[in-house]
Nanobody
Framework: QVQLVESGGGLVQPGESLRLSCLAS????????MAWFRQAPGKERVFVAA????????YYSESIKGRFTISRDNAKNMLNLQMNSLQPDDTGVYYC?????????????????WGQGTQVTVSS
C-alpha cells in the first residue's frame, strides 16, 4: 500500500505562486495514476488536476485551467502541482491521490490512496 505525503502549502497573497509536492513511499510510482483534489472549509472535496501513469496526459478543472500545472517525476517518486496566479477561491486543503490504473481520472471515487493534505491559504 502506497503512502502519500504532501508538502509545500502555506499562506500567500492573491497573484502569488506555490508549488505543492507529494512524495510516494512505494516504487515504482509509474504503476499509479495520480491526482490532486482540494477541500475548502465547509465544502466537499473536489477535483483539481490528474495525470496518467507516464505523465503524458493530464486533466484540469475549469476553475484552475491555465494557472495550475500537474507533473510527475517517477524516478523521484514525486507528484507536483505548480500553482500560479493564486486567488482566494483557491484556499483549501490540497490532497494527493493515487490509484492502480493507467488513465487519468477526475472522479474522486477512482482513487484508493490519499495523503493527509496540505493547507493552502490565499489572502491579502
Amino acid at each position: 500500500q502506497v503512502q502519500l505525503v504532501e508538502s509545500g502549502g502555506g499562506l500567500v497573497q492573491p497573484g502569488e505562486s506555490l508549488r505543492l509536492s507529494c512524495l510516494a513511499s512505494e516504487r515504482p510510482l509509474e504503476i499509479y495514476r495520480m491526482a490532486w483534489f482540494r477541500q475548502a472549509p465547509g465544502k466537499e472535496r473536489v477535483f483539481v488536476a490528474a495525470i496518467n501513469r507516464i505523465g503524458n496526459s493530464a486533466y484540469y478543472s475549469e476553475s484552475i485551467k491555465g494557472r495550475f500545472t500537474i507533473s510527475r517525476d517517477n524516478a523521484k517518486n514525486m507528484l507536483n502541482l505548480q500553482m500560479n496566479s493564486l486567488q482566494p477561491d483557491d484556499t483549501g486543503v490540497y490532497y494527493c491521490a493515487a490509484d492502480l490504473s493507467y488513465d487519468a481520472s477526475y472522479y474522486i471515487s477512482d482513487y484508493s490512496y490519499w495523503g493527509q493534505g496540505t493547507q493552502v491559504t490565499v489572502s491579502s
